[in-house]
């Protein structure tokens, strides 16, 4: 049906003004004459601009109605702008005052303008600017922005900023009520909890600084060594770092202890990567016969200015005192980045950025403060509280008839009634958090968990999308050999062992002739293959041969250690080349190789993608490299080019000189490089498996039974992904996977959506490239149709695209996401997202330090979700509405109080009763919510369909609020009015039986909310009674000790207490029995 839907023109003004540019550019074109191509690239403009006449087949009513939006593409629909007062209202205010702010920090905080500079080796005197100085600071505030930033913080929440209104209120002698405590005492407490929080956590952050800028180095001076800070470094100066040593500020890398002049460093702090990266010695010192020769020349160092890009460098090394002068290139390789650790050897480096222009500090961001959906629910519900406070208050006035000073009353009535939003709210919620944070790091089926961020944990509850990386996340990034593919002959897993004979042969030939002192043997028949190249190579040379170029295009050096013995550290990159001579390498291989031959090889390995148009034509490359990745199985192409000695000395001459330029550096080596990147002889394909982590199947079942829609961002090839896609059951097999084919522009764009909007229930697959391009024309239509999706594969994703896929979701689906992986390319991924979790794995500890929860396995974001997720999420809506309750039912006596005894601004409890009701006789009770489970966690990780409920939200919405607050006016109008009937002679009673009715009403409401009894629980309800009973002897102002003592105080209050509650408990009942909720049923 939809095949035959036709797709008509747009009746629009935009039509007919492209018409009109065609027709102009046509006419143009009449007359241009030699220039005959450009008439055909306005056509190709105008057929995408007649895009804006075609539709895109959102929805089937799109097509039945004429009028519909879906008729017009999104760049048509544009929104008239708000004018004048209404975008003032509308949130021009914020925007402008944000402006004013953000203009004002800028005056304060002017940049200094990055420049290039020229560094005197150890003269940091000839400096021409001034450096920062060499300190990290990771501190938010100094000593005189700690109190009013904290403050600021804090009061920029509306529940805070209006009690501290409130408080300050009491300090004007006509709107005095009650006592000052009564006000300022829970506010008191709230903000020296938070500030002895910060100034602990500032106190801790400080001494971190200090002991980093306080470690000490060697500095080389004319005088010998000296003891130097690491903050008192400069630029220029050279600095000794030994082994497993920071590398205090960025340097460039002039002598080692090693005798290669090159050494190895840990780089798992600045990149996240776990492997060591080589760096090379400047020659021009490091052939320097003594370290005290680095003072007898005259050199510099050009440095390009500070960059944020840490695998980039471009700068010269100068040598003056000779003739001609020394010229250097330093690239990357040449580099001692801060923060990294010195693997091997002992370095002497001079600095050329410190502090704030080093690359591990430009690449610092301050993370987002991440605010949960929970947190911002209540802020709105307390703003609807405020506006019930108010219209109680102006009813109040009203009924008095704006008598006398009328505004004084309304004020002090908004005072009477502020207990309507409770204080006590942020606190019951901060300290539920941290429970909530402690018990999740207790939990001993999740070890290693550890919660780095307190504030969100109700976030994992209510998860709809869960973005997650493939390599280390859901793989094991362990990478078995298990393919080698030479075209004519594959070599498996099982045939490993008939590798191991071909390569035995050439060596045991040259052991054999070794062993018999006859050398020319060995040669003679490596001469007659060389001289006779067209005869075609055997299995065995061919298998020798891949094998070589293997183990000659990684990096893998043995490191001595003292105890350890030998290791090796393997470094992969997508392309990584070998330029140095082929005879000397060959030799180390054979030591019996022929001087004679001249024949230099230059071997190279790479992706698929970048190698298929390097090689030489074959046949059969991309099926097999197609059949692997269908396997799951990671490809690499290796290939090699014979060189004369001519070809080398041209290709070396222009590369040397390609490495000294200063502008566009790269670009000229990486075209000195494809030079020699043509008409490679294709050696093998090789194929590694990258296992899958135990219990991803189940985990990913789970999730999707939960409700949560998968989506995997990786940078791997497509078919890889669709691989693993399937294989971990992410696309469950009975599903249909839709692959979104390339696009470039938009008409192709445009054409594969409209394929795609007519397939049903299948999973996509697309590319970073198209997605790209899709995102450019058409953002909305593509996120539409990919939330509709079961799962999403994105391949090929650049770790910018990973978080911009993340912020897309939010504003689109306007749904809760949260975002896992395990590498330092997933990190901005993982800060986007609501929640963030990171995998501590084999790429380094960057991702879990950056993340807000941090595990060690995938299978544990199961329990995490269901079980923890999901009782933070229904614990904390029941603590806060319950503490709303708490607010709510004191003022809804405050209320009939006021209203009986003629509308009088009088408050009903004073001084301690107040403090003491919303602190030391409910608190605990109220606290040990926190503690409640409707099931046990077993249940919730075998019905994770329980999960899908509190993605609606249900547990907290202005529907449960509102059940609330009619609970409150109920409860709080028989407690008032039952001890208004009851009283006898005195006001004083009237507080007694009232105050206590109401504490053993919360007290037996705390119980009716549990579901699941702790005993602690059960502790704090017999803890709160027995506190409260204990205070009545000391209470004389308040209550009177002869009349509480008596049966008919009992009585009383035990009445009025089984009215309030005794409904309530046959009202849960009969729901329970009539309509039971879901989890009700597993428990039963």
């Not at 018999?516 to 061919?542: D, E």
């Not at 009937?981 to 009715?997: G, K, Q």
């Not at 699941?1012 to 205070?1031: D, F, N, P």
């Amino acid at each position: 049906m939809a095949d035959q839907i036709p797709l008509y023109p747009v009746r629009s003004a935009a039509a007919a003004a492209n018409r009109k540019r065609a027709a102009y550019y046509s006419a143009a074109g009449l007359g241009l004459g030699p220039g005959a191509e450009r008439p055909s690239r306005y056509q190709l403009e105008d057929e995408s601009a007649h895009l804006d006449e075609m539709p895109l087949m959102m929805s089937e009513e799109g097509f039945e109605n004429d009028e519909s939006d879906y008729h017009t593409l999104p760049r048509a629909r544009v929104t008239q702008r708000k004018r004048g007062l209404e975008w003032f209202v509308c949130g021009g205010w914020k925007f402008l005052c944000t402006s004013c702010c953000d203009w004002l920090v800028n005056i304060c905080q002017r940049k200094r303008e990055l420049k290039a500079r020229t560094v005197w080796l150890g003269y940091p005197e000839k400096c021409e600017e001034k450096h920062p100085r060499n300190s990290i600071k990771n501190q938010k505030y100094n000593v005189f922005t700690f109190i009013p930033g904290v403050l600021y913080e804090q009061f920029k929440f509306f529940l805070n900023l209006y009690f501290l209104v409130v408080s300050c209120s009491q300090f004007v002698p006509a709107l005095k009520i009650g006592y000052l405590y009564t006000y300022w005492a829970p506010l008191g407490f709230v903000l020296a909890v938070t500030i002895m929080r910060e100034a602990i956590d500032e106190f801790r952050r400080f001494q971190r600084d200090k002991e980093v800028n306080s470690q000490l180095y060697s500095k080389l001076t004319v005088r010998g060594k000296v003891q130097v800070k690491s903050s008192d470094i400069q630029v220029g100066d050279l600095i000794i770092v030994e082994k497993n040593q920071r590398i205090p500020s960025d340097m460039v890398f002039l002598r080692t202890s090693e005798k290669a002049g090159s050494c190895f460093i840990r780089t798992d702090q600045l990149d996240g990567e776990t492997d060591w990266k080589l760096k090379v010695a400047v020659s021009c010192t490091q052939r320097l016969p003594a370290l005290g020769d680095l003072f007898s020349i005259s050199a510099y160092v050009y440095a390009q200015k500070p960059q944020l890009d840490i695998h980039s460098f471009e700068g010269t090394f100068t040598r003056e005192d000779c003739d001609p002068p020394i010229h250097e290139s330093l690239s990357i390789e040449n580099t001692l980045w801060a923060s990294t650790i010195v693997a091997s050897g002992t370095v002497i480096g001079v600095v050329i950025y410190t502090g704030k222009e080093t690359r591990s500090v430009m690449n610092t961001s301050n993370p987002k403060n991440k605010v949960g959906l929970l947190d911002l629910e209540l802020n709105q519900l307390t703003k609807a509280l405020f506006v019930a406070l108010v219209a109680l208050s102006v009813v109040m006035v009203t009924l008095q008839g704006f008598v006398g000073p009328w505004y004084r009353n309304l004020f002090r009535f908004l005072l009477l009634f502020s207990y309507i939003i409770p204080i006590s709210l942020r606190v019951n919620l901060d300290m539920g958090k941290a429970a909530y944070g402690w018990m999740i790091m207790k939990d001993e089926s999740i070890p290693g968990t550890v919660v780095r961020t307190s504030t969100i944990p109700e976030e994992l509850g209510r998860l709809v999308y869960l973005l997650t990386d493939k390599t280390g996340t859901l793989t094991q990034n362990e990478m078995v050999f298990k393919r080698l593919h030479l075209g004519t002959v594959s070599y498996g897993a099982d045939t490993m062992d008939e590798i191991q004979n071909h390569l035995r042969n050439p060596y045991s030939q040259q052991m054999q002739s070794q062993a018999s002192g006859n050398n020319t043997s060995s040669t003679l028949p490596r001469k007659a293959q060389s001289s006779a190249p067209k005869v075609r190579k055997s299995v065995s040379s061919r298998v020798h041969e891949a094998v070589k170029a293997i183990a000659l295009c990684h990096n893998v050096t043995p490191v001595y250690e003292p105890r350890a013995g030998m290791t090796g550290e393997a470094e992969y990159t997508e392309a990584d080349q070998d330029f140095s001579d082929g005879n000397r390498t060959y030799q180390a291989a054979s030591p019996d190789e022929d001087e004679s031959t001249t024949e230099i090889m230059f071997y190279m390995k790479g992706a698929d993608v970048a190698m298929s148009s390097i090689v030489q034509y074959n046949d059969w490359l991309e099926e097999e490299c197609g059949n692997m990745a269908r396997e799951g199985l990671r490809t690499l192409v290796v290939a090699k080019r014979a060189l004369t000695e001519e070809q080398y000395q041209d290709f070396e001459s222009r590369y040397s000189q390609a490495k000294l330029s200063i502008h566009d550096r790269a670009l000229k080596v990486a075209a000195v490089v494809e030079s020699l990147e043509r008409e490679m002889e294709l050696l093998c394909l090789t194929g590694v498996e990258d296992q899958l982590q135990a219990d991803v199947r189940p985990t990913l079942e789970m999730l999707r039974n939960a409700g949560i829609k998968i989506w995997m961002l990786t940078g791997d090839k497509l078919e890889t992904a669709t691989c693993i896609a399937k294989s971990s059951h992410l696309v469950s097999r009975t599903q249909d996977i839709h692959i979104f084919r390339p696009v470039t522009n938009r008409g192709e764009a445009h054409l594969e959506l409209n394929a795609f909007r007519r397939k049903h229930d299948c999973a996509l697959v697309i590319s970073g490239d198209s997605l790209e391009v899709c995102l450019k024309y058409y953002e909305h239509e593509l996120v539409e149709l990919a939330c509709q999706c079961p799962a999403v594969v994105c391949c090929r994703c650049s770790p910018t695209q990973k978080a911009h896929i993340v912020k897309l979701l939010q504003q689109h689906a306007g749904r809760r996401t949260c975002a896992i992986g395990d590498g330092g390319n997933d990190v901005s991924m993982i800060q986007a997202a609501d929640c963030g979790i990171g995998i501590e794995g084999k790429e380094g500890r960057q991702a879990s330090l950056a993340a807000d929860f941090s595990i060690t396995q995938f299978k544990h974001i199961g329990r995490l979700l269901m079980v923890h997720g999901r009782s933070s999420y229904k614990r904390s809506a029941a603590l806060g509405q319950f503490v709303m309750h708490r607010g709510l039912i004191i003022s809804t006596m405050q209320a009939v109080f006021s209203s009986v005894f003629y509308f009088a601004s009088v408050p009903l409890y004073q001084g301690f009763l107040m403090v003491g009701y919303a602190t030391l006789y409910t608190m605990f009770p109220v606290f040990s919510l926190v503690l409640d489970q409707d099931v046990k966690p077993e249940m919730a990780m075998l019905y994770p369909e329980l999960y899908k409920d509190l993605t609606k939200g249900r547990s907290l919405s202005f529907k449960t609020f509102l059940v609330w607050v009619l609970i409150s006016i109920y409860q709080g109008g028989i407690l008032m009015y039952g001890a208004l009937l009851l009283f006898e002679s005195e006001f004083v009673h009237v507080v007694a039986i009232s105050f206590t009715a109401l504490i053993l009403t919360e007290l037996l409401m705390v119980a009716l909310t549990v579901r699941t009894w702790h005993w602690l629980m059960a502790v704090a309800e017999v803890l709160s009674l027995g506190c409260y009973v204990a205070s009545l002897a000391f209470l004389n102002e308040y209550f009177d000790v002869a009349f509480i003592t008596t049966v008919t105080f009992v009585w009383k209050v035990s009445a009025i207490t089984v009215v309030s509650c005794l409904p309530l408990y046959v009202l849960k009942y009969l729901k329970r029995k009539l309509s039971p909720p879901s989890y009700s049923k597993l428990t039963s």
